[in-house]
């Protein structure tokens, strides 16, 4: 990971509303910020640079442990607590083999906040998370799962809909908000997919959300150490070119990742078919098919992330990047969004 890239720089706090601040009081309290605004774990992208200036600006910033190795993970942390004095978070994914010693880094560390994503979390990561003293946070993709992950212990939930960039589920932020935030009032709660502007986190916050995270506007702040290729492909793009991967064969499942469409796209729909040829000539098995189509992008994010191969690596990207149009700090992201929603609070006061 190139780790100088970006520079460490000073961040301004833009001013939040009373209005705004009263609306998501809750989530920063929960989180210990006065923006409530989570930054998405990015694997490559969201590291110590990018994690540290949105804490810096007002926000929350997490690091994506991906599949960091715990000695990877206590350097990234480490580093990260060089950059900023303020709270961050780790993301880790359930499904990682060393799960459990990636969460005793974390309370090694002491970490404030941890997210476990990626699937139903092991009752031993929760007590291990929860034992060392970090506020626990758990993703939930329907309504069943977001109680059972608060009666083991889950101190905030995020849903996150299928307009968000890189593995989605099936359900749009919209459709899971109105499903979840009115049943769940016990926890906070924060909203993620197709977030770019303020006017939606008001939205959101008006229906019983604690806050929001965000992720592909992101990529393109100045702060972030994607590679210059990464960032003009997102400015580049609208909407419509950020699309799921398909699956082919329902006998060889295909997680869905919302993505710009590029020719490693194509190159990996005719790899699904070469794949389910041999298997059908009974040249693999169906074990060796399935690896050989999960292996294709093994490496690819990092390709386009930090080489810069846009064509070949995979652009992972959420909907919301066609209101990506600029390279810009995080503190004014930051204030953009404030601004924004500012305008729809004193429009209220107004009326």
């Not at 359930?94 to 699937?119: F, I, K, Q, R």
């Not at 935030?181 to 709660?189: I, T, W």
Request: overall charge neutral; charged content about 20%; proline content about 5%.
């Amino acid at each position: 990971m190139d780790q100088t890239a970006a520079p460490a720089t000073a961040q301004a706090t833009p001013a939040v509303p009373p209005a705004l601040a009263k609306l998501w009081e809750r989530g920063a309290a929960f989180l210990g910020c006065p923006i409530v605004i989570m930054g998405g774990a990015m694997t490559w992208v969201s590291e110590r640079h990018l994690v540290s200036a949105i804490s810096n600006s007002g926000g929350f910033g997490v690091i994506a442990c991906g599949s960091m190795t715990p000695e990877l993970l206590d350097r990234e942390i480490k580093a990260t607590q060089a950059l900023t004095t303020k709270p961050f978070g780790v993301n880790l994914i359930t499904l990682h083999p060393m799960l459990l010693e990636l969460a005793d880094v974390c309370t090694a560390n002491n970490v404030s906040h941890v997210v476990l994503a990626g699937g139903i979390p092991p009752a031993e990561a929760i007590k291990r998370v929860k034992d060392g003293g970090a506020k626990l946070m758990c993703f939930a993709p329907a309504l069943v799962l977001a109680k059972r992950f608060i009666k083991l212990g889950a101190d905030a939930i995020v849903i996150e809909g299928s307009e968000a960039g890189g593995h989605i589920g099936p359900v749009s932020t919209s459709v899971l908000a109105q499903e979840i935030l009115p049943s769940v009032r016990d926890v906070p709660v924060f909203v993620a997919g197709g977030i770019a502007r303020g006017e939606t986190i008001v939205s959101y916050l008006d229906m019983g959300a604690s806050g929001v995270q965000m992720g592909t506007r992101f990529v393109c702040a100045s702060e972030c150490i994607a590679h210059p290729n990464f960032k003009k492909a997102f400015i580049r793009a609208n909407a419509r070119d950020a699309m799921p991967s398909i699956q082919l064969d329902k006998r060889f499942p295909v997680i869905p990742v919302r993505a710009i469409v590029n020719k490693g796209v194509e190159e990996f729909m005719d790899k699904q078919r070469q794949v389910i040829a041999k298997f059908d000539a009974g040249e693999l098995d169906a074990t060796a098919a399935q690896l050989e189509i999960e292996h294709f992008w093994a490496g690819a994010l990092r390709r386009a992330v930090i080489d810069g191969d846009v064509e070949r690596g995979s652009l992972m990207a959420g909907q919301s990047v066609g209101l990506v149009t600029k390279e810009q700090p995080v503190a004014e992201i930051f204030a953009e969004l404030i601004d924004q929603a500012a305008h729809v609070l004193s429009a209220r006061t107004a009326a």
